[in-house]
């Protein structure tokens, strides 16, 4: 299959978060352990790089033989979720920030944009994980640099409230599902 042609759909389907977070959440699978996480605004960083993450893995990706099964893969995550999103609407509350400094109101600016919803599976946690996977195929002499970046990404995804910790469970679940059903589709 042409590259091209995935990273359009990639593309498409990704695009598919943007009409399902405008909707009303309607749970919160919040658990008491969240209540111990604190609030750290410096985490908006590693939250953010997530989206240069993603970039940086097509870049590093796009001449091997691995770009078309990690498109396929990410594009099976986006379908499997945004069922998920659509049929069981579902969010994280957000706390109200009072603190001033310049990683609070990145986080205040993030809050007013992205909306309370998709909170589980967490597409942080799927999506960074899918990236992992493959560059570990295509750089493993990278695996230590690959592994603290997706470390980091996935406690932002707590320490900036942006959700819970059952989310970073299901975008585990979600991940593992993307990889076994793209076995079906996979060109190695």
Known sequence: MN???LLVTFLLVKSIYLPLNKRKSKYYWK?????????????IIPYLGYFIFIISTIILL?????INNFFITYIISYILSGLFWYFV????????????DIFSRLT??????????NGFPSAHIFATLICSYFLYF??????????????LISISTVFVKQHYVLDILGGIIFFWLSIMLSGFFLII
Not at 31 to 43: C, L
Not at 108 to 117: A, E, H, L, P, Q
């Open 3 to 5: 590259k091209t042609i």
């Open 31 to 43: 658990i008491k352990f969240d209540d111990s996480i604190p609030f750290i605004p410096i985490f």
């Open 62 to 66: 796009w001449n091997t033989k691995y």
């Open 89 to 100: 609407p579902n969010g994280v509350k957000r706390p109200v920030i009072v603190k001033k």
């Open 108 to 117: 205040r600016i993030i809050f007013k944009y992205d909306n309370d919803t």
């Open 138 to 151: 295509a750089f493993p002499e990278n695996l230590l640099v690959n592994l603290s970046v997706t470390f």
